[in-house]
Structures are given as C-alpha cells and as structure tokens.
C-alpha cells in the first residue's frame, strides 16, 4: 500500500493547497497521508476533508525545528492533539520569532538598494513565514530581478542560489530556523499523546548511531528511513538501525512543489514511492 508521510502545503513552504495536495496525491495513488507543514498545524483541517473526499486516509501531523543538546534536527510529529492550546502556544511562539528574523534581513536588502515593501510581504504569510516564497515575491518585481542577476551574476538563478545570497550572508544577515527545545516536546507528548519520528536523518549528514540511541533514551519513536533525501546507503544503514533500536520506521516524499521550467522530472513522485511493507511497526501510526 502506497503511503506519503512527509508533505508540505503553502500553509507553510510548498506551493499547493491542502486541498490540491490531497487531490495530487490521489492520483500517485496514495492511500494513507499526513501533511507535516513546517511549525504549523493551520491547513490539517481543510486536508483532512479533502483526504477524505479523494478516498485517502489522513494522518494528523507536522514538522518541527527541535535542538537537543547541542544538536539542531527536524522531527516529525503524528496522530497528536492538534487542537491542544499550548501546542499552539508554542508553534506561535516559533512563528514571531522566524518572521522577525525575516523582517530584519529584508530590511537591510531595501537599505541595499532593493525595492521591498517590508509588511506587504510578511502580511501575507499568517503561520510559517517561507522563505521560498519570500524570494519569489521579491523577485517578481522587474527592478529586483535585474539587481539579483547582476549581482549573482547568473541569466536564470535558482532560488536557493538567491536564498544562500542574501538570506545565508554573513554580512546582510543569516536566516535560521525557530527551533523548539526537545525536552519541552517531549513533555507535551505526554498530555497529546503521538509519535515523535527523527525526520530524513542522512539528508545533511551521516547517519551516527550514538545520536540515535541517545534519541532513543529520552523517547523518540522512530526514524524517516524511506525519503528522496537519502542514498541507498543511508536507506539500508537507516533499516538496519531501526531494527536493532527497535525503532518506528517511516516514510516521505518530503513534496513541496512541482519543478517548472519544464524538466522530465517535477517531484520525487516521478521516480520515487513509499510501500507501507518496507517500514517496521508502521501500522502504530497509519492503523
């Protein structure tokens, strides 16, 4: 049974409603799907309707920045109370703090010389503040387009060749993600219940057991082992450590948008795909 575990919506970074995920998703043949919008659980309801409406069964979740120690990862967080106030509380709190951080790097672009309307722009990203989207916004204004070709000095840039310009600059400013301390996850799993899952673990790093059983020790749940992100190599090390750590072992396309520009491929969906036989104890949180 094809599932998808690791889904994006422009309620955070990605380019399709939930309702148009959902209805993309039914097409790939899906049947079992979470949404896992970046520190935001605004589009679940909407994606649950249409879920069902396309005959898919739909898991509650999301994504979360957490630090432990001195550690900075993503988690994945399913089948919690999503309408729980302090969970909120938190993914607010997580909200300001990125959209301030937002608001004072596009500030020092206008004093470069860019021509940005600071709070028209932020107005119009009410939860997770995307920078993708951020950077589309920015340059669909002709006057900006020119400014960043000359200054990357590249016909067509990409976003993530203008997002590492002016958004990871040392000198305009670096723009990192609201992270949540784990520890505090942890205890509000306790009172909303869920499965906390290390979210595509190889796709910056190598995978190191030590950082997985110390995971395993304060409560984690499970790993992503099956994403787009990861070699075969770090696919079947993630199998294996799973299996000995008696860990949850899941799966996602991590979907945000379609390529453009007309590429043969525009999703992972093209190439890739998640059977629910391959991951270990999936059914404690597909059913």
């Not at 005959?55 to 432990?68: D, Q, S």
């Not at 020092?108 to 119009?124: A, C, E, M, P, T």
Request: aromatic share 10%; glycine share 6%.
């Amino acid at each position: 049974m094809l599932i998808d575990l690791q889904l994006h919506s422009i309620y955070s970074d990605g380019n399709l409603t939930p309702t148009q995920l959902a209805k993309f998703i039914a097409g790939q043949r899906v049947k079992i799907a979470a949404l896992t919008d970046h520190n935001t659980v605004g589009g679940l309801d909407e994606f649950r309707r249409a879920c069902r409406k396309y005959r898919i069964k739909p898991i509650t979740g999301l994504e979360l920045y957490v630090n432990f120690a001195a550690r900075r990862m993503n988690l994945l967080w399913f089948n919690f109370d999503d309408k729980n106030p302090e969970l909120h509380n938190i993914l607010r709190q997580s909200q300001i703090r990125r959209r301030n951080q937002v608001r004072t790097i596009l500030k020092k672009l206008v004093q470069q010389g860019f021509k940005i309307k600071v709070n028209k722009i932020l107005d119009k990203y009410t939860h997770y503040t995307p920078i993708n989207h951020i950077v589309r916004d920015i340059y669909s204004i002709p006057f900006n387009q020119k400014k960043i070709k000359s200054d990357l000095k590249i016909k067509n840039p990409r976003e993530n060749e203008i997002i590492i310009k002016y958004f990871k600059n040392e000198k305009i400013g670096v723009l990192r993600e609201s992270y949540v301390n784990i520890n505090r996850i942890l205890k509000l799993r306790k009172r909303i219940g869920g499965q906390l899952i290390l979210n595509h673990p190889a796709k910056y790093t190598y995978i190191r057991r030590k950082n997985w059983e110390d995971l395993k020790k304060i409560g984690l749940d499970g790993v992503e082992v099956l994403s787009p992100h990861h070699s075969i190599g770090a696919v079947m090390y993630a199998q294996h450590l799973a299996r000995e750590l008696n860990f949850i072992a899941t799966g996602g396309s991590d979907f945000h948008r379609f390529e453009g520009g007309g590429e043969p491929l525009q999703s992972a969906f093209d190439y890739f795909e998640i059977d629910s036989k391959y991951l270990r104890r999936i059914k404690e949180i597909i059913g």
